[in-house]
């Protein structure tokens, strides 16, 4: 299978769903990160250019942790917004890269950009499926499953689905490491050291589920009916 994980910042599919990427990745799937924003309001001062290119050098990186082809829209961070230019932009990426499953952001995400990198997502599918709007390539002939990752720190998330992430917590980490900006910014601004946040995230909603460490997921209802449903890692019996 194809598997395309969608995100506004360079960081966000890795804080909410790396390890269910890692597992896929594991198993022999081929992997996708899409980054809508630039990223070129992540840090305290400096150049917006040259922030953006230290941010679209470590999305590289923790790309690479997992062989996963790399796409950066560059919309301006803070300004990310659902439009005929964004949802053409990103029908193209799904339909090169033609994912079966497709991961989100939750619609009630804490950031502007994460809710419309969401709308974006979801608006782009019947898009890409008709062929009579041209993009460099051809039309999707199915819609992927599609899956809304968590929330920020749970906030006003009840998922419904749960991956065992325990064996890919470590390969999750790398990749949030290779976002080393983020890190030294969060840790000033918010207090926040990073790793040690998304690994409080991941022990409980393992707790919830019965595992080690766990990523969750929604699944968003639409027609015609999101097949998602049968297509995550299995949890332990
Ligand atoms: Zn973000």
Excluded at 23 to 28: A, D, E, M, V
Excluded at 76 to 105: M, Q, Y
Excluded at 151 to 161: K, M, W
């Amino acid at each position: 299978m194809n598997v395309l994980a969608v995100g506004a910042h360079p960081d966000d599919v890795e804080i909410l769903c790396a390890g269910t990427l890692a597992r896929y990745r594991r198993t022999g799937h081929a992997v996708g990160i899409c980054v809508l924003t630039n990223g070129d309001l992540g840090a305290p001062d400096g150049e917006k250019v040259e922030i953006a290119a230290v941010r679209a050098r470590e999305a590289r990186r923790s790309a690479d942790v997992l062989d996963a082809r790399l796409f950066l829209l560059g919309e301006p961070d803070g300004f990310l917004f659902d439009s005929p230019e964004t949802r053409i932009a990103f029908a193209e990426v799904l339909r090169a890269f033609r994912p079966d499953i497709l991961f989100i952001p939750d619609p009630h995400d804490y950031h502007p950009d994460h809710r419309a990198a969401s709308a974006i997502a979801l608006n782009s599918l019947q898009l890409a499926a008709s062929p009579l709007q041209r993009t460099e390539s051809a039309a999707i002939e199915s819609l992927p499953a599609v899956f809304y990752m968590d929330t920020l720190a749970l906030v006003g998330a009840t998922p419904r689905r749960w991956v065992d992430i325990s064996e890919t917590l470590d390969t999750k980490l790398d990749m949030l490491r290779a976002h080393r900006s983020q890190n030294d910014w969060l840790r000033c601004t918010d207090g926040t050291d990073y790793l040690d946040y998304v690994v409080k995230q991941a022990r409980l909603r393992g707790l919830q589920c019965g595992t080690a460490a766990a990523e969750a997921f929604r699944v968003p209802e639409y027609f015609p009916i999101n097949h998602a449903a049968s297509t995550l890692p299995e949890l332990p019996a």
